[in-house]
C-alpha cells in the first residue's frame, strides 16, 4: 500500500520551507515594529469553545470542524482557527487583570477546516493572526488594519483592496436581524434547509450561505449599516475618519458580514485580485468581537483582531525572489583517511559559525563538484591522500575560482580573510 498525505494537506519540503521561514520572519519583524507579542494555545480545544465563541449555525463550526471524542470520552477539536483559544487563554490566565490594559498577541500556526481543497483552500492551513484585548476605541481598530495593510506591503503584494464595513452594537444587530427576517420571510420557501434554520437562529448567516447566494433576494437584502445605533454610528465613522486622514484607500462593503458569530462594530477584508489566486480572494480578515470574552465567562472586555491565510500570502507572493542562502563550505574528501579528518576539520569551521556539509558517498571529484554547486559553497575544501600526508587542505574558492594550499591550523583565519563581500557569521 502507498500512503499519501490525508487529502487538503501539503508537506512544505526542502526548497519551499525557506519561504515560509522568511514570511514567518518577516511577519515576526511586523509584529515587534507595532509591540505585538506573541502567544501560543493549543492546536486542540474542548469542541464547546468554538460552538460558544464562532457559533453553531456558521459554516465553521457545523461543517468544517474536524471533531473526535479523546480517550476519556470528551470532544475534542483541531482549532478552525486562533480567536477563540487566544479568547479562552486570556479568561483562564487572567490577563484583563495585567497592569497594561491593552494587551495585543499575535499567532502563527496550523488551523484546520474541512472544506473543499483548492488552490488556497486546504483542510490544515496556517494562519497568522493578531488579537487587541482590552480596549474599545476605534483608534486601536484602526491600528489593526494598519497592521494588516503593513503585511501586504511589506510583502509588496499588488492588486489588493481594503474592504470595510460595521455590524454595529447588540442593539444594532437586534435591529437588524429583526429587519432581515422581515425580508426573507417571503421567500423562506425558496431558500435551502439550512437557510430556514438560520432564518429563526440567526439570519445573519443567510447572507453567508453557499447555496442561496444566487438568489434574488440576497441581492437586495437590508445592509447593515443602515441599522447601525447612535453609537455605533459614531464608532464607524471615527474608524473611517482616521482611514482617511492616514490617506488609508478603502471601500465600504456594505456586503460584508463575515462567516463568524463573535463580530460586532468594524468588520474588515483584505481581497486580493492577484490572478495567481483568482479575482476577488480574500487574503486576510477580521474584525471587532466586542462579546467574546464575556461569552466565554470572563469581564466584559473588548477585542478587536485579523487573521491572514499564509498559503495565501505565499501564492500572492509567487516563487520570485528565491535567493537561496548557500553553504560557506563544502568538504570533499578523497579516501578513507581523508573522511576521517574531514569530519574533524568541519566540526570544527562548524564550532566557529560557518555552514558546512561533506560528501558522504565516497564520490569521485567529479560528483563532489557538482554537489558543491548544487549547495551554492563558497568554498570548496579538498582533501586528497597527499593532502593529509602532509597535514594541509586544498581550499577552492567557487566565486574567484583561485586555489590555495593552506596548514591545517590556518584553515579559519584563510576563509575570513578571502571571504568574498565578507562573512557574515561570528
Ligand atoms: P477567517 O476569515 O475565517 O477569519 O480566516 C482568515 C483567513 O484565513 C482567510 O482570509 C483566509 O486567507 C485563511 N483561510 C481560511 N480558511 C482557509 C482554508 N481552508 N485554507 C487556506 N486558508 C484559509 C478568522 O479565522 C478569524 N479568526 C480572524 C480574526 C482574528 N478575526 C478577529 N481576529
Redesign the pocket.
Same mark, same amino acid.
Given at each position: 500500500m502507498a500512503y499519501i498525505a490525508p487529502r487538503g494537506t501539503v508537506d512544505i519540503l526542502p526548497g519551499k520551507s525557506e519561504q515560509w521561514i522568511k514570511l514567518e520572519q518577516l511577519l515576526r519583524t511586523i509584529s515587534a515594529n507595532y509591540n505585538v507579542k506573541e502567544m501560543r494555545t493549543p492546536i486542540f480545544e474542548h469542541t464547546e469553545l468554538f460552538n460558544r465563541a464562532v457559533g453553531d449555525t456558521t459554516d465553521?463550526v457545523s461543517k468544517e470542524m474536524y471533531t473526535f471524542e479523546d480517550k476519556k470520552g470528551r470532544s475534542i477539536t483541531l482549532r478552525p482557527?486562533?480567536?477563540a483559544g487566544i479568547a479562552r487563554s486570556y479568561v483562564e490566565n487572567k490577563m484583563y487583570a495585567l497592569p497594561e490594559k491593552l494587551q495585543k498577541v499575535y499567532y502563527m500556526g496550523p488551523m484546520f !477546516?474541512y472544506?473543499r481543497p483548492q488552490n488556497?483552500?486546504?483542510r490544515q492551513?496556517h494562519?497568522y493572526?493578531v488579537?487587541m484585548l482590552g480596549v474599545e476605541s476605534p483608534y486601536v481598530d484602526v491600528e489593526c488594519m494598519l497592521m494588516a495593510i503593513t503585511v501586504v506591503e511589506a510583502l509588496g503584494l499588488k492588486d489588493v483592496k481594503l474592504h470595510l464595513n460595521s455590524l454595529g452594537d447588540e442593539e444594532s444587530r437586534d435591529a437588524y436581524r429583526a429587519a432581515l427576517q422581515e425580508h426573507f420571510k417571503d421567500c423562506l420557501d425558496d431558500l435551502c434547509y439550512d437557510c430556514k434554520q438560520r432564518f429563526e437562529k440567526n439570519p445573519l448567516r443567510i447572507l453567508d450561505c453557499k447555496v442561496d447566494k444566487n438568489h434574488p433576494a440576497m441581492k437586495n437584502a437590508p445592509k447593515t449599516i443602515d441599522y447601525l445605533s447612535e453609537k455605533a454610528k459614531a464608532h464607524f465613522t471615527k474608524v473611517c475618519e482616521l482611514l482617511d486622514d492616514l490617506e488609508v484607500e478603502y471601500e465600504i462593503d456594505t456586503n460584508l458580514v !463575515?462567516?463568524?458569530d463573535y463580530y460586532s462594530h468594524t468588520v474588515f477584508e483584505i481581497i486580493s485580485d492577484d490572478p495567481k489566486l483568482g479575482a476577488g480572494a480574500?487574503?486576510?480578515?477580521?474584525?471587532r468581537?466586542n462579546g467574546l470574552v464575556e461569552e466565554l465567562g470572563g469581564p466584559a472586555t473588548p477585542g478587536v483582531?485579523?487573521?491572514?491565510?499564509m498559503?495565501?500570502l505565499l501564492i500572492a507572493l509567487g516563487d520570485e525572489d528565491q535567493d537561496e542562502e548557500g553553504l560557506d563550505v563544502y568538504l570533499m574528501p578523497l579516501g578513507a583517511e581523508a573522511k576521517d579528518l574531514a569530519m574533524q576539520i568541519m566540526t570544527m569551521l562548524r564550532a566557529n559559525g560557518f555552514t558546512c556539509d561533506m560528501d558522504y558517498c565516497d564520490r569521485g571529484l567529479k560528483g563532489q563538484f557538482k554537489s558543491a554547486d548544487r549547495f551554492n559553497a563558497h568554498f570548496s575544501l579538498i582533501l586528497g591522500e597527499s593532502e593529509v600526508e602532509n597535514e594541509v587542505v586544498n581550499i577552492k574558492c567557487n566565486h574567484t575560482r583561485e586555489q590555495n594550499v593552506v596548514k591545517l591550523e590556518n584553515i579559519v583565519e584563510f576563509i575570513e580573510n578571502h571571504y568574498e563581500g565578507g562573512h557574515e557569521h561570528e
Open positions: 465553521v482557527e486562533g480567536t !477546516r472544506e488556497g483552500r486546504q492551513f494562519q493572526g488579537e !463575515r462567516g463568524l480574500t487574503v486576510g480578515g477580521g474584525g468581537y483582531g485579523f487573521a491572514f491565510g498559503e495565501r
